[in-house]
């Protein structure tokens, strides 16, 4: 590590001067560009679109006017691309001279199905999403809002082949299923680092806030494997926002669970950027204040209780056209309980499950290019420190508090070059170095349970993708070094996007991963089943899980009239080899212990498919849904009782679930969306407590059905207040056979994570 660290602040300086100085200090050249950008078909200004001077770092966004202003650009010839949520992209190509100012303006269409945004996470390098070698699809903050999704997690289920379960009653432990497969086979990333460690991964997903994220990436499939071995199943990239213009916002929205119990959220985020657009800060925060919610009226939790607070900044620099220092800090700070007299300490409890945690986490990003943007180099570190006190105990227990301390640090470099030919077309060279450190120590002194694990990957990357506008050919690999595993692994990729004609785009994609045997999020986890609590250990002969993916889709684009639809079909296989399971063992005098051993090998295929269709502009459709299968090759045991046959199913992975969305603008100011999720019946472990003996259940199917109303009044220049109500879970579609007192199975637990709810909020700011 002291070596990665002495090679990056030697770079720095080294980097500083790899661009030639005449092309890269900025310089008063008095070559400015004016203009604004409308709306094609109705002659509507369009305000806050981005506008990009590319090759550069050079941008700026459209004022509340939709006029915009570009000022001391570097002379030369270069691209002006402007784009926006919402809306398709346009580029026109211009000559910049000294001391002339010029007038570019745009008109747009706009882009209801989403299909122009530019992404990153398909090939480490950001692409235009219709010419990604892998589907790659967003999630914008505008489903955020229009689902009343206050965090992560609550919006990523409206994704095709996603998943949010919540897995405990008592402290809210979730996970993200990607095509089926549990969560520790998703590499979630923050800003394309690998910054979600096994600690943070117990809560992460309801911990980040939405007023954080600028879009979210999601990756399905092992097509991502230069982001980590552990991309088997997918990747989820959140993106943070970053400040292009000044604007604020501050809301609220209180929230009725089932009526009863409140969940207060308030948000707050704005940003400031300098005249010359060279630098500039954005500001976020939110507090949250949820209250426990008792479904059966036993007095134990179905919901546990949170208070939050989440403040953070991100802000960049720009000392050249061409170079671009990023910084980004967050700190949460959250209290979660559940269980039973959550008024009393937690030793005064039946049963109690209590975390409470301070997490700091930020990065420091170097971005340099040269001006033909041929050469692009990247230097980035990462750092994430959280420590947590626990109480995870059963039985008034007063020894079961613990303590766990986490650190992890990334840090890397990654060059790209476009080569104008490159054996038989153009081609980007991408190559790369990476290196993650996490250490952690978790102490349960009264269940004689102390982990302390250090963990060490050294990796290096190099793909090269082939690329017109009708073909793209990616094949790359990653090679990690896993402190826990004795020899390298390499992981292959091999990408193929072929357009026979510009709206049809056929993929095909193949790709190998890994999993250690180390410690992972569900082993932070200590669960009350029976009255006891509920352990994981690793065996002792744990072998690497291995993995081999393999997926085709058919990305289908056209416009009938004024009707612009989008229509999606994936196909999957992924081959499991060694996968781990846990299975019971022999319980030691006060716990039960679970074993994470290898299984039979298994197999998860099926289909995906997804929808976009805008009939008008004020009216827009969304769905999605994933057919599946996932099966061991032979049974595995997840009960001791004799009596419990094997099951060949991966437990809690359905075999249909979906999505749909419809927003519509009936009239000005006044929005109404509609959404819903549903999810197939599927086979889930029942362990003896409450009921007498372990049961393997098949539970219902459920559909989550949600309404949001939404009006905005415009106040002043440029602000608005926007009043909104709505309800989530209309049909009241939640699970009604949960367990009941202290002996309950606190992992019996499914369907969606809230009953019905009311909520009403209110927002003032710049939108």
Request: proline share 4%.
């Amino acid at each position: 590590m002291k070596n990665l660290l002495t090679l990056v602040i030697l770079l720095f300086p080294a980097l500083y001067g790899w661009a030639d100085e005449e092309n890269t200090v900025k310089k008063t050249t008095d070559a400015h560009i004016t203009g604004h950008i409308i709306l094609k078909e109705t002659g509507e200004h369009l305000p806050f679109m981005t506008i990009l001077l590319k090759g550069t770092n050079i941008g700026t966004a459209t004022d509340e006017t939709g006029h915009f202003f570009l000022k001391n650009l570097p002379e030369g010839k270069y691209t002006l691309r402007v784009q926006g949520v919402g809306y398709k992209s346009a580029e026109k190509e211009i000559v910049i001279v000294r001391g002339k100012t010029q007038e570019v303006n745009f008109e747009i269409s706009e882009d209801a199905v989403m299909l122009d945004g530019a992404v990153v996470t398909a090939n480490r390098n950001e692409t235009d999403r219709r010419e990604a070698p892998v589907i790659v699809n967003v999630l914008s903050p505008k489903v955020f809002e229009n689902t009343n999704s206050v965090c992560l997690s609550q919006g990523l289920n409206f994704q095709p082949g996603l998943r949010v379960e919540n897995n405990c009653p008592n402290c809210g432990f979730q996970q993200v299923r990607i095509n089926g497969l549990d969560g520790p086979y998703s590499q979630i990333l923050i800003d394309s680092r690998p910054m979600c460690s096994s600690l943070a991964g117990v809560y992460g997903l309801e911990q980040i806030p939405a007023n954080m994220v600028e879009r979210v990436e999601v990756l399905r499939g092992g097509g991502s494997a230069l982001f980590g071995s552990n991309a088997i199943a997918g990747t989820i990239n959140i993106i943070t926002k970053e400040p292009l213009y000044n604007f604020f916002q501050v809301g609220h929205t209180l929230s009725a669970i089932d009526g009863e119990s409140f969940d207060n959220v308030t948000s707050f985020n704005g940003a400031i950027v300098n005249d010359q657009r060279d630098a500039g800060i954005y500001l976020f925060g939110m507090v949250r204040d949820r209250q426990a919610y008792d479904h059966d009226d036993d007095g134990f939790s179905e919901l546990g209780k949170i208070n939050s607070t989440t403040l953070g900044f991100k802000t960049y620099y720009k000392p050249t056209h061409f170079s671009k220092f990023t910084l980004e800090y967050h700190h949460i700070k959250e209290f979660r309980r559940g269980g039973n007299n959550l008024d009393r300490p937690p030793h005064e409890a039946d049963v109690a499950e209590q975390a409470d945690h301070n997490i700091h986490g930020g990065s420091l990003n170097y971005t340099l290019s040269s001006k033909d943007y041929k050469h692009r180099l990247n230097v980035y570190s990462s750092l994430q420190n959280i420590g947590r006190e626990s109480y995870y105990g059963a039985g008034q227990d007063t020894n079961a508090y613990g303590k766990t301390k986490d650190f992890t640090v990334v840090g890397g470099a990654q060059y790209s070059y476009d080569f104008d030919n490159f054996l038989f077309m153009p081609s980007s060279l991408t190559a790369g170095v990476e290196y993650s450190y996490n250490k952690l120590n978790d102490l349960m002194l009264g269940y004689h349970r102390e982990i302390n694990q250090e963990v060490s990957v050294y990796s290096a990357y190099l793909q090269n993708e082939w690329k017109t506008g009708r073909f793209s050919f990616l094949l790359g690999g990653r090679l990690d070094k896993n402190s826990e595993i004795d020899d390298p692994i390499f992981s292959p990729r091999l990408n193929i996007r072929y357009n026979p004609i510009p709206d049809l785009s056929l993929r095909a994609s193949y790709s190998e991963g890994f999993r250690a045997p180390q410690t992972y999020d569900e082993d932070l986890h200590v669960a009350a089943v029976g009255g006891e609590v509920t352990l994981i250990q690793v065996a002792k002969d744990l072998k690497t899980e291995r993995s081999r993916s393999y997926s085709a889709s058919v990305d289908y684009y056209t416009a009938w009239g004024p009707v612009q639809i989008n229509l999606l079909l994936e196909g999957f296989y992924t081959s499991l080899h060694n996968p781990f399971v846990l299975e019971e063992i022999e319980s030691d005098d006060e716990n039960k212990i679970l074993e994470r051993r290898n299984g039979s090998d298994a197999v998860v295929k099926g289909f995906n498919l997804e929808g976009k269709i805008a009939p008008h502009k004020s009216v827009q459709l969304q769905f999605g849904a994933t057919l599946q299968n996932s099966k061991y090759d032979e049974p595995v045991a997840w009960s001791k009782d004799p009596d419990v046959e094997a099951c060949r199913k991966l437990l809690r992975s359905p075999d249909q679930y979906g999505y749909a969305t419809l927003n519509l603008l009936p009239f000005k100011n006044f929005s109404a969306a509609l959404s819903g999720t549903y999810t197939g019946s599927m086979y889930v472990g029942h362990s003896a407590g409450y009921i007498e003996k372990d049961v393997l259940e098949k539970t219902d199917s459920f559909f989550d059905a949600t309404i949001k109303l939404a009006y905005d009044i415009k106040v002043g220049r440029g602000y608005t207040i926007q009043f909104n109500i709505g309800m989530q879970n209309v049909f009241d579609s939640y699970q009604n056979d949960f367990d009941k007192g202290e002996f309950r199975d606190s992992g019996y637990i499914y369907g969606p994570g809230l009953p019905r709810t009311y909520f009403a909020g209110l927002k003032f700011g710049i939108f």
